[in-house]
């Protein structure tokens, strides 16, 4: 269990005279309780009171693990065959009585669910949001979040030295994949934090192009997005190689994007606002007649999640500090032509920033 984040949540609770918050997101309630899991369909779900002690609700299934764990007080489990919400209603009225003011995650709860509570606790305000909140305390990493995120990213250069061995003509994307995650799973990684990306030739022209039967050739550029989940944190980077020599087209908009990334990745330190950060990266490539092509945003915030708070990326104003944790990636895509970005994650320091993953930058030709 997390105590200085649950003594923070208590903190906001009594500041919003709410008596009860309840946790729904799966990779919150790993943050706070240390529990981490993935429930499927199942209800997974932590209740931290103001005063009393909190509880965890978890699938039958997965009760004793979560004993296990670093969470130390009750786990209430229940079975397929019953109603976890008569459970947790009856457990929350044993241990609390009706709450006069729950604290919900506005921005994950699916309304079924909210339903079922509010259907419960018909005097209850569900008025208070905990989405803001878990945003702000995931918001600056400790010490001891960041060594997690440093040997994350240390997995992640590892992937993309397994990756960039495979890259030859005739040579699958889904192959390469799967030989990526097969080696990674020998040497003890056991879960990617999304699934990974390997596009060659035009398929790398879309920004979230799913790998297929499409085969590398020769003289073309190939794009690894990947990331690993180390003790809860996960990494996320790209980068985009060459099968043979680049022609000089591919190569410009290689070294577009790697001006971009570079120049903004650089311009990180305290005081500089996200929107900033975008646009120092978009300037770059709008400045070459690549504009429209660059269609996402800079950058996420990261940690127990791929995509978590802040999102860096122009009208947002949020001034970056010291201990904020997030991606810094731009692309360009052309369709039906070339696709390139490059990412790393950093931690902004008092005077700059560090990324957690080491892999060169420059046009690695295989």
């Not at 919150?28 to 529990?35: E, N």
């Not at 799913?210 to 050739?217: A, D, E, F, L, R």
């Not at 996402?296 to 201990?323: Q, W, Y």
């Not at 360009?332 to 005077?351: A, H, M, Q, S, W």
């Amino acid at each position: 269990m997390n105590q200085e984040k649950v003594s923070e949540l208590r903190k906001w609770m009594s500041s919003n005279q709410v008596d009860l918050a309840y946790v729904s997101d799966p990779s919150h309630i790993a943050y706070f309780s240390g529990f981490d899991s993935n429930p499927m369909e199942r209800i997974l779900a932590l209740f931290i009171p103001l005063e009393k002690d909190p509880f965890l609700f978890a699938p039958g299934l997965e009760v004793e693990d979560a004993k296990a764990s670093s969470w130390a007080y009750d786990v209430i489990g229940y079975l397929d065959s019953e109603d976890p919400w008569a459970i947790i209603v009856a457990e929350i009225n044993k241990r609390y009585g009706a709450p006069k003011k729950m604290a919900i995650e506005k921005g994950q709860l699916v309304l079924d669910r909210y339903q079922r509570l509010a259907d419960a606790f018909t005097s209850t305000d569900f008025s208070a949001d905990l989405t803001p909140l878990v945003q702000q305390l995931q918001l600056y990493k400790t010490e001891e979040e960041c060594q997690l995120l440093v040997e994350a990213g240390s997995t992640a250069d590892l992937a993309f030295e397994i990756g960039f061995k495979l890259v030859k003509a005739g040579a699958t994307e889904e192959s390469i994949v799967a030989e990526i995650e097969y080696e990674l799973k020998k040497q003890g990684v056991k879960e990617m934090s999304f699934p990974t990306e390997v596009l060659a030739g035009p398929n790398a022209a879309s920004p979230h192009g799913s790998p297929g039967k499409n085969t590398v050739k020769e003289n073309e550029l190939v794009l690894f997005d990947l990331g690993t989940i180390v003790n809860g944190y996960c990494s996320d980077a790209t980068r985009t190689v060459a099968c043979g020599k680049p022609t000089d087209h591919q190569k410009k908009i290689y070294d577009i994007v790697l001006e971009a990334q570079l120049k903004a990745q650089e311009a990180v330190k305290p005081g500089i606002t996200a929107a900033e950060l975008d646009k120092i990266a978009r300037d770059v490539i709008e400045g070459y007649g690549y504009g429209e092509y660059f269609n996402h945003r800079l950058g996420h915030g990261i940690g127990t999640t791929i995509h978590e708070f802040p999102s860096i990326v122009g009208g947002n104003d949020m001034e970056i500090k010291e201990g904020m944790c997030f991606s810094i990636e731009p692309g360009i895509y052309l369709p039906n032509d070339v696709g390139v970005r490059i990412e790393d994650c950093i931690f902004v320091t008092k005077d700059g920033c560090i990324p957690f993953t080491k892999t060169s930058k420059e046009l690695i030709i295989l």
